[in-house]
Nanobody, 119 residues
Framework: QVQLVESGGGLVQAGGSLRLSCAAS????????VDWFRQAPGKERELVAS????????LYADSVKGRFTVSRDNAKSTVYLQMNSLKPEDTAVYSC????????????WGQGTQVTVSS
């Protein structure tokens, strides 16, 4: 069993930065690929960034490419999302999700953390 807990959200001005963390319990975290999602009020959930279990491959949505960086530290069972040059349209609840097999449903979800970017 793996539990995911996000932290690091908050209120920031446009142009600012935040670093989100997705901390996992359990000793098998390195067996999971992890994705970051976000959902703004009235909008569909959006896949923001992905990192493979080894951390060797990362992918980003076009809307955040060049501004967000996803990384992981398997020794700490934590995945990070560094968000720079934040825009008001980045305001959303950010959640992480983990799965062992690409294309299959996610095995675990975090509860989410609110990010609010003021103009």
């Amino acid at each position: 069993q793996v539990q995911l807990v996000e932290s690091g959200g908050g209120l920031v001005q446009a142009g600012g930065s935040l670093r989100l963390s997705c901390a996992a319990s359990g000793r098998t975290f390195s067996s999971y690929d992890v994705d970051w999602f976000r959902q703004a009020p009235g909008k569909e959930r959006e896949l923001v960034a992905s990192v493979t279990r080894s951390g060797s491959l990362t992918l980003y949505a076009d809307s955040v490419k060049g501004r967000f960086t996803v990384s992981r530290d398997n020794a700490k069972s934590t995945v990070y999302l560094q968000m720079n040059s934040l825009k008001p349209e980045d305001t959303a609840v950010y959640s992480c999700a983990a799965r062992q097999y690409y294309g299959r449903k996610y095995d675990y979800w975090g509860q989410g953390t609110q990010v609010t970017v003021s103009s």
